[in-house]
C-alpha cells in the first residue's frame, strides 16, 4: 500500500471530519501532498495540497473551512475539515508527489454531508 486514507464518513451539514493519509512504501521524499475530491457526475478537482517546504494552497470553495496539515517524519497529511456542506460530498482521495514528479494516489475516502 502506497497512499492509505481514512477518516471518510456521514455528518450532518454544519459538522466536522478529519481524513489521514499515509504514505508507505514510496522510495522517494514526497513533495508535495494533499487531497483531491470529485462528487458524482463532476471532475476531480483540487481541495488542498501542502509542499515539503510548508507552502498550502486551498481551493477557494473549502478557504476558511478546511485546513491541511503534515507530518513529514512519518509521511503523514490530514485534512481537518469544518462547517461542512452538502456541496462537500464526494469522494475525498489523497494525492503524492515525489520530488522526482513521480505521481501516486490513494483509494479514496467517501465524505456524505446531508442536509
Known amino acids: 500500500v502506497q497512499l492509505q486514507a481514512s477518516g471518510g464518513g456521514l455528518v450532518q451539514a454544519g459538522g466536522s471530519l478529519r481524513l489521514s493519509c499515509a504514505a508507505s512504501a514510496i522510495t522517494f521524499s514526497i513533495n508535495r501532498i494533499g487531497w483531491y475530491r470529485q462528487a458524482p457526475g463532476k471532475q476531480r478537482e483540487l481541495v488542498a495540497t501542502?509542499?515539503?517546504?510548508?507552502?498550502?494552497n486551498y481551493a477557494d470553495s473549502v478557504k476558511d473551512r478546511f485546513t491541511i496539515s503534515r507530518d513529514i517524519a512519518k509521511n503523514t497529511v490530514a485534512l481537518q475539515m469544518n462547517s461542512l456542506k452538502p456541496e462537500d460530498t464526494a469522494v475525498y482521495y489523497c494525492n503524492a508527489v515525489t520530488v522526482i514528479w513521480v505521481l501516486y494516489w490513494g483509494q479514496g475516502t467517501l465524505v456524505t454531508v446531508s442536509s
Open positions: 501542502i509542499t515539503r517546504d510548508g507552502s498550502i
